[in-house]
């Protein structure tokens, strides 16, 4: 049973940015905006293997994340999790594809580096609030 | 001389949410938007005294802020920064108003609960990030 509730699927599901902090191995925090998907389970980023998000959650896996809607910034969801795992390869590749459609509408991301691999971090959630 | 850049300062002066993440006392991160101000040197923030995040930064002073324009989420300001002073009293109190003035055209703060202090937070920028 996941912990997401109808209205964080909702804004997961949504054309909406999270901000997703991290802990850096200096015990400092760091935190950008990305995009992001769900299953109805978990809360699911992509990004490139080897970037300073994915090197802090394979350090230390707890994340925090926060997602306003697009169209009313006061209308907050937060999330506290844990990422439980870590996906490379062809699932990760097809999915930044899916994220770059459901983002900007294109069947391809069009911003892959050479040689970069992507990878998909499962985020079990442990605590969610809406605001 | 503050690390602030001109379009850091842009950002921070526009009717911007900030992305505030700070560490909680477990290590684990923490993250919320909240409204921004600048003096064209330290990052400003207007909290509540006894907030998570002013407990956080009080025990940790390390931060990190995602600031993206209201009008285009792909321009984006990160700054990591570190608390130097926590300022409570009239200042604090004139300055929650002048953020209410700043992002919702009102002369006073219109969401204090009873018995509420305001506390502003200054955040020295160590590194700016702008994309």
Same mark, same amino acid.
């Given at each position: 049973m996941? /912990?997401? !509730?109808?209205s964080a699927r909702k804004m997961l599901e949504g054309k909406n940015f999270v901000y997703l902090a991290t802990v850096n191995p200096d015990g400092t925090p760091q935190v950008t905006p990305t995009w992001v998907d769900t299953d109805g389970h978990f809360v699911l980023i992509n990004?490139? $293997? #080897?970037?300073v998000k994915h090197r802090n959650v394979k350090k230390n896996p707890h994340v925090a994340?926060?997602? !306003?809607?697009?169209t009313n910034p006061y209308n907050l969801v937060l999330i506290r999790g844990k $990422? $439980?795992?870590? $996906?490379? #390869?062809?699932?990760?590749e097809e999915h930044i594809d899916k994220m770059a459609k459901k983002y900007r509408g294109l069947? /391809?991301?069009?911003?892959?580096?050479? #040689?970069?691999?992507r990878v998909l971090i499962k985020i079990e959630p442990v605590k969610v609030i809406t605001r």
């Open positions: 996941s /912990k997401l !509730t109808e990004t490139a $293997v #080897g970037r994340l926060a997602i !306003t809607d697009q $990422v $439980v795992e870590h $996906v490379t #390869g062809q699932v990760a069947d /391809k991301y069009p911003n892959r580096s050479p #040689g970069e691999q």
